[in-house]
């Protein structure tokens, strides 16, 4: 069961319990094949155990009154690895929803997926509609799925609607702000993260959150997802307290 956090802040509000003002974590959930190779099981068995480690972090983060956590499910290269793998993943997606739905519905988080809806199969489509539906009102922490989802695609997508508008004379082009173009994002009402971590030792974006993450800071860890537990995740958020953010400005004191 997940537990309420201590501190609840309403939608809007800054989570003021989090060091550093910490509101939103994005999670690159990485090493689940490396996992399992390790152990001599299948790269599905690593994912089987890379969503106990989700759920896992759900609750450690409702617990601590993380306001926003976006997760990387699945990605839209993902389509590239084997059918049976993509098979698994899709099958996974079901079950987590069908399975800890409610559980989240209890805890009062609200489920946003972003990414690219139209080319998943209509009962998955359907399904993430219903898990949003469902917990629309909530008001703890907003769990974000990124699902069939990257950066450039995203982007692609606003882009396209932006020019859509400038074609039917609603916008000029002059008058295009970075701000419009976070409006036409799937993140779009979200903050930016402030945090994203990666497992398994890779250094990289992999089309995550790259319009968002301009400011984000970034932490790295060794250990595979499946392993990632809230001792590690403790640790990224540690480690993200002593970091000094100065969002293209100066340092405090220097002012
Ligand atoms: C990357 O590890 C992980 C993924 C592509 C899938 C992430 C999925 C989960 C954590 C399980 C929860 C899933 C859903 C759909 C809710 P990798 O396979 O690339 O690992 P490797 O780099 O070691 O091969």
Redesign the pocket.
Known sequence: MIAKPDVVTEPGQKATCLPGGLRHVGV??????????ARGLS?TE???H??D??RRMIRHSVAIGLRFVT?????SE?WN?PET?VSF??A??R???QRDLSEIHQANVKIRVIGDRETLEPGIRQLLVDAEELTRDNTGMTLV?A?NYGSRDEITRAVRTLAKKVEAGQINPVDITGDMIGEELDTAGIPDPDLIIRT?G?MRLSNFLMWQAAYSEFYFCQC???DFDEVEFDRALADYAGRERRFGGLKAKAL
């Open positions: 690159i959930m990485d090493g689940n094949g490396r996992w399992a190779q790269r690593g994912h089987r890379g969503l480690s989700l997760v990387y499910s699945f990605s993902n690895r793998e993943l899709m996974l997606l079950r987590f929803v799925v699902f398994s890779e595979h997802w499946p």
